[in-house]
């Protein structure tokens, strides 16, 4: 007797490039495909090298008028962890 298995939905694999156009461009096939990962529709991986890309952009990048930047460490740490993207 066997029971059926869920199937695994798809997965796909975000580069850098990929994550910035998700989170930055709404309009993006990428955002669509970040959509589907936080409703489990598809699967996301990425390197942590493509978080530590994503993590310097908005280090050096997303600053207020006095130079300093817009989001603490701990912000960047949560925003990391709710990604829908499992990052190895």
Known sequence: MGATRPQKPATY??????????????????????????????????????????LWLMMNTMKDADGSTLYSGAELGKMKTDLPIKFH
């Open 13 to 54: 694999e975000f580069e850098a490039e990929h994550l910035i156009r998700a989170l930055f461009d709404a309009d993006s096939d990428e955002a669509v495909i970040l959509e589907l990962a936080a409703m489990n529709k598809v699967e996301l991986h990425a390197s942590g090298t493509v978080w530590n890309t994503f």
